[in-house]
Nanobody, 117 residues
Framework: QVHLAESGGGLVQPGGSLRLSCTAS????????MKWYRQPLGKERELVAT???????YYTDSAKGRFTISRDNAKNTLYLQMNSLKPEDTAVYYC???????????WGQGTQVTVSS
């Protein structure tokens, strides 16, 4: 059974940093493209960053230059290092796994990130 578990969220002041983790089980992690999404309260879920099975990365404009997505295939874990956080980064952050664009996508339960002074 596929399971994705996010952790590392919390309350941080503007300009601060957080590192999110997503621990995966139940599938061949190294073969899957992994993504981070976020969903601010009352808004639609949006893509933050992507890392391919071979390590290629993509960032949306909101994340570029501040966030870093990475993966440790030996630990079946996905990471999102978030620096220079802004209040507009406040959202529930979700881990997403999908082997290919035609395969079943999987989601974690989400972790809350709140950026506030």
């Amino acid at each position: 059974q596929v399971h994705l578990a996010e952790s590392g969220g919390g309350l941080v002041q503007p300009g601060g940093s957080l590192r999110l983790s997503c621990t995966a089980s139940g599938f061949t992690f190294k073969s899957y493209a992994m993504k981070w999404y976020r969903q601010p309260l009352g808004k639609e879920r949006e893509l933050v960053a992507t890392i391919g099975s071979r390590g290629s990365t993509y960032y949306t404009d909101s994340a570029k230059g501040r966030f870093t997505i990475s993966r440790d295939n030996a630990k079946n874990t996905l990471y999102l290092q978030m620096n220079s956080l802004k209040p507009e980064d406040t959202a529930v952050y979700y881990c997403h796994a999908q082997e290919s664009m035609y395969s079943t996508p999987y989601w974690g339960q989400g972790t809350q990130v709140t950026v506030s002074s």
